[in-house]
């Protein structure tokens, strides 16, 4: 295993569209985490999943957003209707213990 | 909301100079973890202190826990080209499922 993978790497989409993104966390990790990262700011946390159950939202997380973790393995983040202010490194995270790994991120540009 | 403020947000310094980084809250947490992140990369883990007063070191980087689990810093000794990066402290409360609460980091500039 190489460590967290998210994909795409890149998306670029216009506003009002859906988009989704995958996270595949490493093997045996239960937590898995979503962070939303702007230029000049450390990440924000968005949500947090335990094996299959999402167990905190951030109030960050508005309706438009929502997160699945169907089988406790990978994951994907939706967002529905996109506006130019969801521009951001969305950042995928796992962990086993006190320690998280981040994947390489998803650069989301909403033109 | 439980805040870390990292200082200096930016640092320009030559090859050889030594530095130190200061990630401060006013909350206590059980663990706080280093993170160094380079342009359209994720974070990469740097180390975890989890007991008040720790010192770990990896090379050329000291991190040091605060006695009160509040604080912490990030020395560098003779810093070359290779460290720059923007560098992020994240701490953790116990209860929070691993949640981390980030700094808004530190962006160092190593000049050959």
């Known amino acids: 295993d190489t460590g967290v993978s998210q994909n795409p790497r890149h998306k670029i989409t216009k506003r009002g569209q859906n988009v989704t993104f995958r996270c595949d966390p490493i093997?045996?990790?239960?937590?898995l985490y979503w962070y939303r990262q702007t230029l000049g700011q450390g990440p924000e946390f968005l949500t947090y999943f335990q094996n299959e159950a999402q167990l905190e939202k951030s109030r960050l997380l508005s309706d438009r957003f929502s997160a699945e973790r169907p089988k406790g393995s990978f994951s994907t983040l939706e967002i529905q209707r996109t506006e130019q202010g969801d521009s951001a490194m969305y950042l995928c995270?796992?962990?086993?213990?006190?320690?998280?790994?981040f994947g390489q991120g998803t650069r989301l540009t909403v033109v | 909301t439980q805040l870390l403020e990292q200082s200096p947000q930016f640092l320009s310094i030559q090859e050889g100079e030594n530095l130190t980084v200061y990630c401060n809250s006013s909350s206590v947490f059980s663990s706080l973890q280093w993170y160094r992140q380079e342009p359209g990369e994720g974070p990469v883990l740097l180390v975890t202190v989890v007991t008040g007063g720790e010192v770990k070191k990896l090379k050329r980087l000291t991190f040091q826990f605060g006695d009160a689990r509040k604080d912490s810093s990030l020395h560098i000794t003779a810093a070359q080209p290779g460290d720059t990066g923007l560098y992020l402290c994240a701490g953790e409360h116990g209860t929070s499922y691993g949640k981390l609460t980030f700094g808004q980091g530190t962006i160092l500039t190593v000049h050959p």
């Open positions: 093997s045996e990790h239960n937590r």
């Open positions: 995270a796992s962990s086993f213990g006190p320690e998280a790994f």
